[in-house]
C-alpha cells in the first residue's frame, strides 16, 4: 500500500482518480480532463464500464469527448454481472487498457456485486500496475474503499474492494446533511474515515504517494469523533 497522511492506497504506476461526479467535456472539468489525459497511456485504448447502470449513449458522449481532448480510441466493456466479470475477452480489454473509467450510475450494488473478486477487477489492477489511471466518478468511487453504503438501506453497508482500506468513500458530497450520513457509517466501522467528494471535484493519489485535489472544490475528511476537516 502507499501512504500519504491519514489515506493509503493500492500501490501501483497509475493514479486513482476519486470524481464527485461524471467528468469530461464540461467547462468546469478542465483541470480534471487534463491531468487525466497527461497520467493515461496514449498507446493504449480507453475502457469505459457502465455496471453501475449508465447509459450507453452516455457513454458513447464520454469516448467522443476524450477522443476531443486527445485521447486515444476507446470502448465500452460490456461487463453488468458477475458472469460478466469472468469472461475472458472483457478481462483481456481491461488488462490492455490505458485508461479504465468506471462510469456512475443509480446502482452502485450492481457495481461492487459484479467485480467483488472478480477476475475483471483483477484486470483493472493489471491496468493500473502498467501505469493506467483509474477514473471512478460518482457513485463508482464508493467500492473503491473499504465499505459501501447501502443506498437502499439507510446505515447498513457492504464490504468495498479497498483499493483505499479503512475509508468509506461518499460521492455528490454536499456538505452536513451527507457528513452525518457518513458518521453514521463509521459509528460501525471505527477504524474508517469517511472521505466526501463534491461534484466537479476529484481527489487523486497517484505513484510515491502523490495526492492531488482536482476541480472546483475541495474533499472533506469526515472522522468517527463527529469533526470534520
Given at each position: 500500500?502507499?501512504?500519504a497522511?491519514?489515506?493509503?492506497?493500492?500501490?501501483?504506476?497509475?493514479?486513482?482518480?476519486?470524481?464527485?461526479?461524471?467528468l469530461?467535456?464540461?467547462?468546469?472539468?478542465?483541470?480534471?480532463?487534463?491531468?487525466?489525459?497527461?497520467?493515461s497511456?496514449?498507446?493504449?485504448?480507453?475502457?469505459?464500464?457502465l455496471?453501475?447502470?449508465?447509459?450507453?449513449?452516455?457513454?458513447?458522449?464520454?469516448?467522443?469527448?476524450?477522443?476531443?481532448?486527445?485521447?486515444?480510441?476507446?470502448?465500452?466493456?460490456?461487463?453488468?454481472?458477475?458472469?460478466?466479470?469472468?469472461?475472458?475477452?472483457?478481462?483481456?480489454?481491461?488488462?490492455?487498457?490505458?485508461?479504465?473509467?468506471?462510469?456512475?450510475?443509480?446502482?452502485?450494488?450492481?457495481?461492487?456485486?459484479?467485480?467483488?473478486?472478480?477476475?475483471?477487477?483483477?484486470?483493472?489492477?493489471?491496468?493500473?500496475?502498467?501505469?493506467?489511471?483509474?477514473?471512478?466518478a460518482?457513485?463508482?468511487?464508493?467500492?473503491?474503499?473499504?465499505?459501501?453504503?447501502?443506498?437502499?438501506?439507510?446505515?447498513?453497508?457492504?464490504?468495498?474492494?479497498?483499493?483505499i482500506?479503512?475509508?468509506?468513500?461518499?460521492?455528490?458530497?454536499?456538505?452536513?446533511?451527507?457528513a452525518?450520513?457518513?458518521?453514521?457509517?463509521?459509528?460501525?466501522?471505527?477504524?474508517?474515515?469517511?472521505?466526501?467528494?463534491?461534484?466537479?471535484?476529484?481527489?487523486?493519489?497517484?505513484?510515491?504517494?502523490?495526492?492531488?485535489?482536482?476541480g472546483?472544490?475541495?474533499?472533506?475528511?469526515?472522522?468517527?469523533?463527529?469533526?470534520?476537516?
Amino acid at each position: 500500500m502507499t501512504q500519504a497522511g491519514p489515506l493509503t492506497w493500492r500501490t501501483g504506476a497509475g493514479w486513482v482518480v476519486l470524481a464527485g461526479d461524471g467528468l469530461l467535456g464540461r467547462a468546469e472539468s478542465d483541470t480534471i480532463d487534463a491531468a487525466i489525459l497527461g497520467w493515461s497511456i496514449p498507446a493504449r485504448p480507453a475502457a469505459v464500464l457502465l455496471t453501475a447502470g449508465g447509459s450507453s449513449a452516455e457513454a458513447e458522449d464520454l469516448l467522443a469527448c476524450w477522443e476531443d481532448l486527445g485521447g486515444s480510441t476507446g470502448y465500452i466493456v460490456p461487463v453488468y454481472t458477475d458472469a460478466d466479470a469472468h469472461r475472458v475477452e472483457n478481462c483481456r480489454l481491461l488488462a490492455q487498457a490505458g485508461l479504465v473509467y468506471l462510469g456512475d450510475g443509480p446502482d452502485v450494488l450492481a457495481l461492487l456485486r459484479a467485480l467483488q473478486g472478480s477476475p475483471a477487477l483483477d484486470a483493472i489492477a493489471q491496468a493500473f500496475d502498467d501505469g493506467a489511471p483509474v477514473v471512478a466518478a460518482g457513485t463508482a468511487v464508493m467500492p473503491m474503499g473499504a465499505w459501501v453504503a447501502d443506498p437502499r438501506a439507510y446505515g447498513t453497508s457492504e464490504q468495498g474492494w479497498g483499493w483505499i482500506p479503512h475509508v468509506i468513500v461518499a460521492p455528490h458530497f454536499a456538505g452536513a446533511e451527507h457528513a452525518e450520513h457518513l458518521r453514521y457509517l463509521l459509528a460501525a466501522h471505527t477504524d474508517c474515515l469517511g472521505l466526501g467528494i463534491p461534484g466537479g471535484t476529484a481527489l487523486a493519489l497517484g505513484p510515491t504517494g502523490r495526492v492531488e485535489t482536482l476541480g472546483s472544490g475541495q474533499a472533506t475528511v469526515v472522522v468517527n469523533q463527529g469533526s470534520t476537516h
